[in-house]
């Protein structure tokens, strides 16, 4: 015996456009992760499938409505995290506690994972804070958009932005000349 049931939702004030994504994204992934179908019709997300699998994708789509009705865009990996992550993920996505928000750009920067969660909150919380990780990870970009915003919060009066003297796996020794003629290029 079948429990197939189907679950409007009201995307009332939501963007459809923020909501479904690009050539519907958003809900081709909730329908793959969930095991659902969802379409929205007007302004009403219709959820069809197993009446479990139904519940789990209301609760889903009810925050991608909520964060959409925001302004904020989705993407697919959103919808993972929302699915994955429950109640946590909606407070990572739509909380505004890890939310950089930059003068002059539409849309906040925000952490991509619990990780990247962790080394925002902690620039925030600390002085000096060492992020160590793979190339491609968000470290810099995460740290001058935290840098900038609090600039611009006036939380510091000065932000100061420096390479290192030395690229990485750099051997200065070879280089030829004295040590001065060496990092000049470097400190200028």
């Avoid at 456009?17 to 994204?25: C, F, K, M, R, Y």
């Avoid at 809900?27 to 379409?39: C, W, Y």
């Avoid at 925000?110 to 925002?120: D, I, L, R, W």
């Amino acid at each position: 015996m079948s429990n197939a049931i189907t679950h409007r939702l009201s995307a009332e004030g939501a963007d459809p456009v923020l909501l479904t994504g690009v050539n519907d994204s958003n809900l081709t992934e909730l329908e793959r992760v969930t095991g659902v179908r969802a379409s929205l019709r007007g302004d009403q997300v219709m959820l069809a499938g197993e009446l479990e699998a139904v519940e789990r994708a209301a609760r889903v789509a009810s925050a991608m409505i909520d964060i959409a009705r925001v302004g904020e865009a989705l993407t697919p990996e959103d919808v993972r995290r929302l699915v994955s992550e429950g109640a946590a993920g909606l407070e990572r996505l739509a909380g505004g506690e890890l939310k950089i928000v930059l003068p002059g750009l539409r849309r906040a920067v925000q952490p991509k994972s619990a990780g990247q969660g962790e080394y925002v909150r902690a620039m925030r919380e600390n002085d000096i804070v060492i992020g160590v990780g793979p190339a491609g990870t968000g470290k810099t970009y995460l740290a001058v958009a935290v840098g900038v915003e609090a600039l611009a919060r006036k939380r510091m009066r000065r932000l100061v932005l420096a390479r290192p003297a030395v690229e990485a796996g750099e051997r200065l020794g070879f280089l030829p000349g004295d040590l001065r003629a060496k990092v000049d290029p470097y400190l200028r």
